[in-house]
Nanobody, 120 residues
Framework: QVQLVESGGGLVQPGGSLRLSCAAS????????MGWYRQAPGKERELVAT???????NYADSVKNRFTISRDNAKDTVYLQMNSLKPEDTAVYYC??????????????WGQGTQVTVSS
């Protein structure tokens, strides 16, 4: 199977920065798109940003010009640099990857989530 392990969450003051990382491992032949989603209490999970294996990116309007998604294909890792954080960015952040497994089937995988809290 495939595992996604996130790291980098925590507590930060408004205006601060955090960098999330997500490393994929396991039965991976190749990885397509990777992305970050978030879910705040009482709300549905929403897209934050995605990046293709070619480097094309897509962002939610609420994070444009503040967050930057990137990936290291050699390490099967995706990053999310979050700057100018706001209290409304508080949520559990989930990593997602679309993976071609060694069984030659495409599947969608999720990390366990990492908490980001923006508060003074």
């Amino acid at each position: 199977q495939v595992q996604l392990v996130e790291s980098g969450g925590g507590l930060v003051q408004p205006g601060g920065s955090l960098r999330l990382s997500c490393a994929a491992s396991g039965s991976i032949f190749s990885i397509g798109a990777m992305g970050w989603y978030r879910q705040a209490p009482g709300k549905e999970r929403e897209l934050v940003a995605t990046v293709t294996n070619g480097g094309s990116t897509n962002y939610a309007d609420s994070v444009k010009n503040r967050f930057t998604i990137s990936r290291d294909n050699a390490k099967d890792t995706v990053y999310l640099q979050m700057n100018s954080l706001k209290p409304e960015d508080t949520a559990v952040y989930y990593c997602n990857a679309v993976v071609l497994t060694t069984r030659m089937s495409w599947s969608d995988f999720w990390g366990q989530g990492t908490q980001v809290t923006v508060s003074s």
